[in-house]
């Protein structure tokens, strides 16, 4: 997997990021990762989706601590 992290902004202690992750593209089903994450001192997480390449597949990720 590879990716990328952009900062998109800290308003009252919680900072707010986006981030792509794209798998290799050599499996059949691979595809791309885009999540946006929240973190701040007591909690972090995510949020986003997962859609396959050829655009068959989509599915909803929710990433918690």
Known sequence: ISGSVE??????????????LEE????KWDGEFTI???VSS?????????????GTLRRIVNISN
């Open 7 to 20: 900062y998109i902004e800290t308003k009252n202690g919680v900072s707010k990021f986006k981030t792509i």
């Open 24 to 27: 290799p593209g050599d499996h």
């Open 36 to 38: 946006f994450f929240t």
């Open 42 to 54: 007591t909690k972090k997480a995510g949020k986003g989706k997962w859609k396959s390449y050829d």
